[in-house]
């Protein structure tokens, strides 16, 4: 099993050839330069599919009805994996164009006698074949919300980030939970409460902090933030609550905005008021974001543009490798009586391919 994350060369041959384009003048990539040029879709078989793209081609990874679906838009193609376990796959990362992690919900659970025990699931690497098929191999019997990075896989096992070798040897790193590594660089970003999650552990104040380590030398702790999002330039955005969530569902509604540290020692500045979600674009210096009536935008990180709203619709935003296709969760649209039923437990998965004209702005010559 190999779990190196390979160099996004389609990421940076597109980046080479917006930005060499002659030496009198620059290009600059705002919310204004997306075009949008067609949606695609696929309807969930559950209300949280939590889908993620394959590195390098339109393969999307999603949670289905007793196991996981292949979404794949070149061939037309829907392919859906049950578990001979009844697993619920959660938390699942890509590893590489081959491969994918994932683990249960939880890693402990609380007994009726109150005792908190390991969850009787761990983290499971998926392998793709080439005629289509998979197989499935136990990485670890501990362990949740898995994440590749710097050749290990790291994720939340109890109160730890624990680090895991492809055979399965783990190693502590720090008290914390749902770490977020940076893609290809030293950065990793954690929360030392469970905010979301029942705390059985500290006795910390709900919101706790984001533990942002950038790299041995360099530490950040922003109060009450979760979900970061490692940005392109090696910056960080993440969500600010103002408030304690009382709502699992809604859990943004006493108040969130979405901030952004441009690098260490830096003061985050919000990006946006009154939003839950954001993704950085993997190449330009935009970020898409759901605010909290579930309005898509995208945002200038560099603030030099007016945010512009590209969908009426579109929360859980995921970019694809070269930052041409953004992959929202939209509500379900029923189509007859027997769909209404279901309004309420499914979801629809929705594409939208963008186009990416650089406006060009001229520069001295060097």
């Not at 590893?95 to 249960?104: A, C, L, R």
Request: aromatic share 6%; charged share 20%.
């Amino acid at each position: 099993m190999n779990v190196c994350v390979r160099p996004a060369v389609a990421a940076i041959a597109l980046a080479t050839a917006l930005v060499l384009t002659g030496c009198q003048e620059r290009l600059v990539v705002g919310p204004r330069e997306f075009r949008e040029l067609r949606t695609y879709g696929w309807d969930a078989t559950v209300p949280d599919p939590e889908a993620e793209w394959a590195p390098y081609s339109n393969l999307v990874l999603a949670r289905a009805a007793n196991g996981f679906a292949l979404l794949d838009e070149g061939s037309n193609r829907q392919q859906y994996f049950g578990s001979q376990e009844r697993r619920d796959m959660r938390h699942a990362a890509w590893i590489n164009s081959d491969q994918f992690v994932f683990g249960p919900q939880t890693s402990v659970i609380k007994t009726e006698d109150g005792r908190v025990v390991p969850a009787a699931e761990g983290l499971v690497v998926v392998t793709l074949n080439a005629d289509r098929s998979v197989d499935n191999k136990v990485l670890s019997k501990t362990g949740t919300r898995p994440r590749p990075w710097k050749e290990r896989i790291v994720a939340q096992v109890g109160d730890q980030v624990t680090l895991f070798d492809s055979k399965g040897r783990s190693e502590e790193f720090a008290p914390g939970f749902c770490p977020v590594p940076q893609t290809n660089g030293d950065g990793l970003a954690w929360q030392e409460t469970p905010v979301l999650e029942p705390d059985l552990w500290t006795t910390r104040p709900q919101r706790g902090a984001l533990i942002v380590r950038w790299d041995a030398k360099h530490v950040d702790t922003i109060p009450s933030a979760i979900t970061p999002a490692w940005t392109a330039a090696g910056g960080l955005c993440a969500v600010v609550l103002r408030a304690d969530p009382t709502d699992p569902q809604r859990w943004w509604k006493g108040g969130s905005d979405v901030v952004h540290l441009a690098a260490p020692g830096a003061k985050p500045v919000v990006l946006f008021k009154d939003a839950h979600a954001v993704a950085p674009h993997p190449i330009h210096p935009v970020a898409a974001i759901t605010d909290n009536a579930g309005v898509l935008h995208l945002v200038d990180l560099s603030g030099q543009q007016k945010p512009v709203i590209l969908a009426a619709q579109g929360d859980r935003p995921r970019w694809n490798t070269d930052g041409t296709r953004l992959l929202v969760q939209e509500p379900y649209q029923p189509v007859t009586a027997k769909d209404r039923e279901n309004i309420d437990k499914l979801a629809r998965l929705n594409v939208r391919v963008l186009r990416i004209t650089p406006a060009p702005v001229p520069t001295a010559s060097p």
